[in-house]
């Protein structure tokens, strides 16, 4: 079935620090990729996605490139802020369908 | 653009009592939305997809009878938790798509429910 598989957290990093966060996931056909991030208390906002293998998602200093090869769709920062402390998802959504199927989330903690 | 919101954003109830929870979407039109539970430290479990004008899709083991739905235009649904018990205390979220099917969904801040 598909599925997807993130790194488990606490990843705890110190400010500036670069951040990658491990997601692969398990679909026939060409899903598309996701990644939400859900701040303390508030609904998930998407922050980036790609939707076609070699397609690389960007926002807000945020990458994730969509890897058929290795089926993976890693989370990278160069530099990470205080701010960025959230708990970020990696989801796919199969062809032809309406189903988002989530990771189990990534807490991320940056110190100051 | 593309925001849903939620109301109300916290409630409190008594067990044995409903409670209505709110999905708008606010600038766009939401042929799709979805339901979602969340527990603490937890991933998103879909409950159930609502098209508007027709029926909700629920998924199993979501209880149709406890949680009902209704998307009654194109910028509203509802999740109503009736005769809420204590275990259905939980976070829970909705999201909306504008064009159906393979297309991004926006969720809402969720709406924590604590029923004693």
């Known amino acids: 079935g598909n599925s997807v598989t993130q790194m488990e957290g606490p990843v705890t990093l110190s400010e500036e620090a670069f951040l990658t966060i491990n997601c692969t996931y398990t679909?026939?056909?060409?899903?598309?990729l996701f990644w939400y991030v859900q701040y303390p208390g508030e609904g998930l906002q998407l922050l980036l996605k790609a939707t076609k293998a070699d397609d690389k998602g960007s926002n807000k200093g945020f990458e994730a490139t969509y890897r058929k090869e290795t089926t993976s769709f890693h989370l990278e920062k160069g530099s990470v802020q205080v701010s960025d402390s959230a708990v970020y998802f990696c989801a796919l959504l199969k062809d032809s369908s309406y189903k988002l199927i989530f990771g189990s989330g990534t807490r991320l903690l940056v110190r100051p | 653009g593309a925001v849903v919101s939620q109301h109300p954003s916290w409630v409190i109830c008594k067990s044995g009592t409903s409670v209505k929870i709110e999905c708008r979407s606010l600038?766009?039109?939401?042929?799709?939305m979805f339901w979602y539970r969340q527990f603490p430290k937890q991933s998103l479990m879909l409950m159930a997809t609502?098209?508007?004008?027709?029926?909700?899709?629920?998924e199993q083991g979501v209880e149709k009878d406890k949680f009902l739905i209704n998307h009654a235009s194109l910028t509203l649904s509802t999740l109503t938790v009736t005769s809420a018990h204590p275990e259905d205390s939980s976070f829970y979220i909705c999201?909306?798509?504008?064009?159906?099917?393979?297309?991004?969904?926006?969720f809402g801040p969720g709406t924590r429910l604590l029923v004693l």
């Open positions: 679909a026939t056909g060409y899903p598309s």
């Open positions: 999201s909306a798509t504008s064009q159906g099917y393979s297309e991004t969904q926006y």
């Open positions: 600038d766009f039109q939401a042929t799709t």
């Open positions: 609502s098209n508007e004008g027709s029926k909700a899709t629920y």
